[in-house]
């Protein structure tokens, strides 16, 4: 579960054990570690009985307390409802903004997001500790194409506006950034009132002084 899905060796990719996912993890954060697995059926006769359609499973590791385990069904079904929302949000971009304009662009959007949340979202949501500010977050197949902070939470609420959003590859990813973050150096930058009319000179001058 919290190695990562790949088989180097160990040296490689040293197991990561559920004490230090909780050790990285803030107080108010939760840890969702997302799956997309083939399912057996040891009661079949043979290879083609056995195996069962590829199911979502996800994990979910607070601080302390519980470990849930929640299954969101059926992958194949949610792939596509995942192709579905981002290629709505592409035409809405590129092509329904234009010809229906931004209102009705915006619902088909939320429309097709919604219906994303109700299966995805909404399963985890329901076992996600009270007071939880901030969700890291390791998907998986489609799940990673998803723009998870676009998804309703609540009625006229996106999910951005209720928890802090990171991603990960895997619980490797998170107990390495956690370990190294304490030494690193990070330079911040803000950008504010552009000037669109700079000539090209006067935009390399003010970029080598910087």
Known sequence: LFAARQSPTAQELPWVELSEIRSALPEDAVWIDITRQDFVDFDGRNYEQRLQDPQ???????????VARVELGDAAQIDRMVKSARQVIGDAAEKTLIELGEITATELANKT???????????LQQ?????????WLSPDGQLWLLP?????SEKDRLLIQDYAITTFINGRGLVSQAQAAPSRVTRSAVF?????DQSAAEKRAAHQAV
């Open 56 to 66: 979502y499973v996800a994990w979910i590791v607070p601080k302390q307390g519980h």
């Open 113 to 123: 997001l919604a219906a994303v949340a109700e299966r995805v979202w909404k399963p």
């Open 127 to 135: 076992v996600i500790p009270a007071g939880s500010q901030a969700l």
């Open 148 to 152: 998870w902070a676009a998804l309703p």
């Open 192 to 196: 504010a009132n552009p000037d669109f």
